[in-house]
């Protein structure tokens, strides 16, 4: 593999992304609608299952451990809302199902991925550290983490429990939510007249509402993530690329929260 690869040096000349999609905008934006029902569904209904299943005791007027169930029902549920996103994408011919869902290989070469990924963080963690200064000297004190960081902390006394979530934080939750909001959604509305910027105000509106948990700066947080997923998206033209820098971002963040919670 060459260390940087062609599809990186493309990149960074001009956007890769291509829009395709011969369903059309308004059938792309139902198919993404659908497919985030479905998965929420499946969350909820594939947790019940190992929370009963491992612990014999699911109380849905548990908070805590409802978000705990979910978390183990992300990754199942990826997988068949990848599949339902890969047989909905190829409902109408006309294109290739990667092309529709943005799965080209990048060819990124392995220092041109390192690039990127290193440079999705530093961009991310400048961009925090800055909306944080902002509120701070605005007068908000809001807090730190959501109810998903804050369950995870609280797993982190019985191990198994959290290394059973890790693989749904780490690869379902990217895999999931980048096929929905910027594999299926994004090129649907990118296709109108709102074009790129549009398409990547709503998909990362949207995105982060799906996190709110009752901290409003969790979710302005991520909502920016979702802005830079979206231009990693345009530049390198692959879902593949936003898919990696998710699933890093969620490793390190739960290896962090882990080591926290193991030192308290």
Same mark, same amino acid.
């Given at each position: 593999? &060459?260390?940087?690869?062609?599809?990186?040096?493309?990149?960074?000349?001009?956007?890769?992304?291509? &829009?395709?999609?011969? &369903?059309?905008?308004?059938?792309?934006?139902?198919?993404?609608?659908?497919?985030?029902?479905?998965?929420?569904?499946? !969350?909820?209904?594939?947790?019940?299952?190992? !929370?009963?299943?491992?612990?014999?005791?699911?109380?849905?007027?548990?908070?805590? !451990?409802?978000?705990?169930?979910?978390?183990?029902?992300?990754?199942?549920?990826?997988?068949?809302?990848?599949?339902?996103?890969?047989?909905?994408?190829?409902?109408?011919?006309?294109?290739?199902?990667?092309?529709?869902?943005?799965?080209?290989?990048?060819?990124?070469?392995?220092?041109?991925?390192?690039?990127?990924?290193?440079?999705?963080?530093?961009?991310?963690?400048?961009?925090?550290?800055? /909306?944080?200064?902002?509120?701070?000297?605005?007068?908000?004190?809001?807090?730190?983490?959501?109810?998903?960081?804050?369950?995870? @902390?609280?797993?982190?006394?019985?191990?198994? $429990?959290?290394?059973? *979530?890790?693989?749904? /934080?780490?690869?379902?939750?990217?895999?999931?939510?980048?096929?929905?909001?910027?594999?299926?959604?994004?090129? *649907?509305?990118? !296709?109108?007249?709102?074009?790129?910027?549009?398409?990547?105000?709503?998909?990362?509106?949207?995105?982060?509402?799906?996190?709110?948990?009752?901290?409003? $700066?969790?979710?302005?947080?991520?909502?920016?993530?979702?802005?830079?997923?979206?231009?990693?998206?345009?530049?390198?033209?692959?879902?593949?690329?936003? $898919? &990696?820098?998710?699933?890093?971002?969620?490793?390190?963040? *739960?290896?962090? /929260?882990?080591?926290?919670? @193991? @030192?308290?």
């Amino acid at each position: 593999m &060459a260390l940087l690869g062609e599809g990186f040096r493309a990149g960074l000349r001009r956007p890769q992304f291509l &829009a395709v999609n011969p &369903a059309g905008p308004v059938a792309g934006v139902v198919f993404g609608l659908v497919l985030l029902a479905i998965n929420l569904f499946l !969350q909820v209904s594939f947790g019940a299952i190992a !929370q009963i299943s491992l612990f014999g005791a699911f109380d849905q007027k548990n908070i805590e !451990q409802l978000v705990r169930s979910m978390l183990l029902g992300v990754l199942p549920a990826a997988v068949v809302t990848a599949f339902m996103a890969w047989v909905l994408a190829g409902v109408y011919r006309g294109a290739p199902v990667r092309e529709v869902l943005n799965l080209r290989a990048p060819r990124l070469g392995f220092l041109g991925w390192l690039l990127v990924v290193a440079g999705f963080f530093v961009t991310i963690i400048v961009m925090f550290m800055a /909306i944080s200064k902002i509120v701070e000297l605005a007068g908000f004190n809001p807090k730190s983490g959501g109810l998903v960081e804050e369950t995870m @902390s609280g797993m982190t006394g019985n191990r198994m $429990m959290y290394f059973l *979530a890790l693989p749904s /934080i780490i690869l379902g939750a990217p895999l999931g939510e980048e096929l929905i909001f910027r594999g299926q959604m994004f090129v *649907a509305l990118s !296709q109108t007249r709102i074009g790129f910027l549009g398409a990547s105000l709503i998909t990362s509106a949207g995105w982060a509402s799906l996190h709110w948990s009752g901290n409003w $700066m969790l979710v302005i947080l991520i909502f920016f993530m979702g802005l830079v997923l979206c231009v990693l998206l345009r530049r390198f033209g692959s879902l593949w690329v936003t $898919m &990696a820098c998710h699933a890093a971002w969620n490793a390190s963040t *739960a290896l962090l /929260i882990f080591a926290a919670g @193991s @030192s308290s």
